[in-house]
């Protein structure tokens, strides 16, 4: 290194230590502003105590943001024509006198640092890559835009920042790619988030990355109109979501809610997986009509006279009493349980009269009080409690759809267009755990169900009334503390609660079912069944979306032929984006895939490997019953050329355990086993798990087998999964 490159490393580093000084100060003055709140006590009024409380939990989240972001705090500058220079990094860091000394990479300013090209240099003589350890500044690499800066000691290196971060060996966990996102990337990013946005991208072309940078550049650009309900990221499964959940935290984001399909109806944690063709059904546009008539078979008249005792008297109710109630509540075309509030009043009011009508034969006179007392007396009365019950019962949506799962005869009355095998599909026995495929089921029930508790609608109408007054209250807080544009009225008054009902935006939307998000992110998207859109078009109704995935890479039994068909239940309307530059595969491990799956009839969207991959594929073919054998030395020969990788054996279900018994046998180091061993560094897992995943190397087992049982959408993401190496083991 010259005397001129080593000058400019020790200048960068000491830019880079102020940087690091002015982030330790923060975090020292926001935990004593927290020590200090904490502090104050309990005393006061309620309002005072919410305050304290709002803003300490304020503080937390400051803290912890500034925490996260440690690790590469800078990695950028740019030096305009000007020849200004503007530092990017993680967040954006002020001097005491409110001066930038580092922006923030969500903001415009920072837009050039991924965007600018030698064609088109956007006001940029030089941008400037800057590597880091620690906290200690390892290398610079520069790409100049004005052929007049060049000299020799400058770092013309392109593309080497990115190549690097993409060679680097995975860990089980995803990291950002804040410091090298690329210009077709940052586009999508930093696209409107109005609409409905698909985003369409082969293996590797950093989909997953994309839509989580998006969700952090979001909440920062749109932080006001986020900061109450948040953004949601679903993802196709809690491996997933374990392999991302660091991600948006490194991006100073901590207010994103992650789930799975499976985790988006209240009190229900959904895991299990039914059958392909049962899942198929259960997703189909067809059960709204199946879930309405089996609300409305639900609603029942007796066919015969019955005979009820109320203190005393005996009463013979015909059938016509109890038709007329169950149409009057049934007009007013409120969901099931609300409108019981209706049949109960008429049927009521109906026999308070036939009652009334009794006991005045016998020369009663019968007033007002006493038309009273006997309409309290049929209420409270055993048998009327039966009859209206028998006819109208209230009802959940999990005794709904486990009735209809148990009851072959109840399932067959709401179901009369199906054929008998698909019935069969669905039987089960009513103690069974609902699947994933359960879940926008239990949704569409509860919004035809509605709220069992008749005091709910008053309750959220008060809850209105009070958030208005903790925004007023909170815009009064701001200013008498003096922290105008640092803390919001909507981030304050989310705090204004009794300190044990404290929650996050997370904790919130998970026990409150009418819950929606300001902008929802949904990953691997080709896989959700029309019924799951319903439920995600539920959750978010201002229809902001940012839709990822890969048509050809669908496991599902009827893949979609396009977006517009893939989405359909969501809307008709939304903007297409294509990536097309593979990041991650190497290119004659994507060549053979993208082989095997054009032989497949697979619409894939062809990309560009921008790495030639130092291996080329293993291809082997074996016995039958030497598989498993075979499949563990591949694992044996990985190790052996690169110890510290990680190797994922990707395999058909039935094979699974098997060769994670022969690896456990025969590996010096633990292995994983499924969706929960993917922090070992050699793991076996289905093709269902590998979703969205990436490991150093994989070894596929069996290819015609994982095609016939999972698809050949699955095989697909199986082969595309390995950042450096591919072995394929064949039957012969």
Do not use: C
């Not at 415009?108 to 991924?114: D, K």
């Not at 009043?345 to 009663?364: H, I, M, P, S, W």
């Not at 209230?394 to 009851?407: Q, V």
């Amino acid at each position: 290194m010259t005397d001129t490159a080593e000058g400019e490393l020790a200048r960068e580093q000491h830019y880079v230590s102020a940087l690091y000084e002015r982030l330790d100060a923060l975090r020292a003055e926001t935990f004593d502003e927290l020590e200090r709140t904490r502090r104050a006590g309990a005393s006061g009024t309620h309002q005072a105590r919410s305050e304290r409380d709002a803003m300490a939990r304020l503080f937390e989240d400051r803290l912890k943001q500034l925490r996260d972001v440690d690790e590469r705090l800078a990695f950028g500058r740019l030096q305009t024509d000007e020849g200004a220079l503007r530092y990017i990094g993680r967040i954006g860091l002020r001097d005491d006198d409110q001066q930038p000394l580092l922006l923030d990479w969500r903001a415009p300013q920072a837009s050039a640092f991924y965007q600018a090209t030698a064609a088109t240099p956007l006001g940029i003589r030089v941008r400037r890559h800057l590597a880091t350890r620690g906290r200690r500044v390892t290398a610079i690499e520069d790409e100049v835009f004005d052929p007049e800066h060049i000299t020799d000691d400058s770092m013309l290196t392109g593309e080497s920042a990115l190549l690097a971060a993409l060679s680097a060996q995975r860990t089980g966990r995803m990291h950002d790619i804040v410091a090298t996102i690329q210009a077709e990337q940052d586009r999508i990013i930093r696209s409107e988030a109005r609409g409905v946005l698909v985003v369409q991208g082969g293996p590797g072309t950093g989909k997953t990355a994309v839509a989580l940078h998006r969700a952090a550049y979001l909440l920062y650009a749109q932080k006001e109109r986020l900061a109450r309900n948040g953004v949601l990221v679903v993802g196709p499964s809690r491996s997933f979501l374990q392999y991302i959940e660091q991600v948006l935290p490194s991006l100073g984001e901590s207010g994103v809610v992650l789930r799975t399909v499976g985790q988006l109806y209240p009190g229900v944690d959904a895991s299990a997986l039914d059958a392909p063709h049962v899942a198929e059904l259960k997703g189909r546009l067809a059960m709204i009509s199946v879930l309405r008539r089996a609300v409305h078979a639900r609603q029942v008249a007796p066919r015969e006279a019955t005979e009820i005792r109320v203190e005393g008297e005996r009463l013979v109710v015909p059938p016509e009493l109890i038709v007329r109630a169950l149409r009057r509540a049934q007009q007013t075309r409120k969901p099931h349980n609300v409108a019981r509030n209706t049949f109960v009043r008429e049927a009521l009011t109906d026999l308070t009269e036939l009652l009334v009508q009794k006991v005045g034969a016998r020369g009663t006179t019968i007033d007002d009080e006493d038309r009273r007392l006997l309409r309290e007396d049929l209420r409270t009365a055993h048998d009327v409690k039966v009859l209206l019950n028998t006819a109208w019962l209230p009802l959940t949506p999990e005794k709904l759809l486990g009735d209809l799962y148990a009851r072959p005869a109840y399932l067959a009355q709401v179901t009369h267009d199906w054929r008998q095998d698909d019935r069969d599909a669905l039987a089960r026995a009513r103690s069974a755990p609902f699947t994933v495929a359960d879940v926008p089921l239990l949704d569409e029930a509860a919004e035809l169900l509605g709220e069992l508790d008749a005091g709910a609608d008053a309750r959220r109408a008060a809850a209105k009334a009070q958030r208005v007054r903790d925004l007023e209250n909170a815009e009064a807080a701001i200013r008498n503390m003096g922290v105008e544009g640092i803390v919001s009225a909507e981030s304050l008054a989310d705090g204004f609660a009794d300190p044990g009902e404290l929650l996050t935006t997370a904790e919130r939307a998970a026990i409150d079912r009418g819950w929606t998000y300001g902008h929802i992110v949904v990953d691997e998207a080709q896989e959700l069944s029309p019924m799951q859109w319903r439920l995600l078009r539920r959750r978010g109704p201002l229809r902001s979306f940012t839709i990822v995935g890969d048509l050809a890479q669908a496991s599902t039994s009827r893949p979609p032929a396009s977006w517009a068909d893939a989405i359909s239940a969501l809307g008709d309307t939304f903007r297409l984006e294509q990536l097309t530059v593979n990041y991650r595969t190497p290119r004659a491990i994507m060549a053979l895939a993208e082989a095997r799956a054009l032989a497949d009839g697979l619409p894939i969207t062809p990309s560009r490997s921008v790495r030639e991959g130092e291996v080329p594929p293993d291809l082997r073919r074996v016995p039958v019953d030497g598989l498993v054998r075979s499949a563990v030395e591949a694992v044996r020969r990985d190790r052996d050329a690169d110890p510290d990788g990680t190797v994922a054996v990707i395999a058909p279900e039935a094979l699974v355990r098997p060769l994670h018994d022969a690896l456990a046998t025969a590996m010096p180091e633990p292995v994983g086993y499924g969706a929960e061993g993917l922090r070992a560094k050699v793991s076996v897992l289905p093709p269902r798990i590998a979703k969205g995943l990436e490991f150093d190397a994989v070894v596929v087992v069996d290819e015609e087998r994982i095609a016939a049982e999972d698809g050949s959408g699955s095989l697909y993401v199986a082969l595309t999964r390995p950042t450096q190496r591919l072995a394929v083991v064949d039957p012969e």
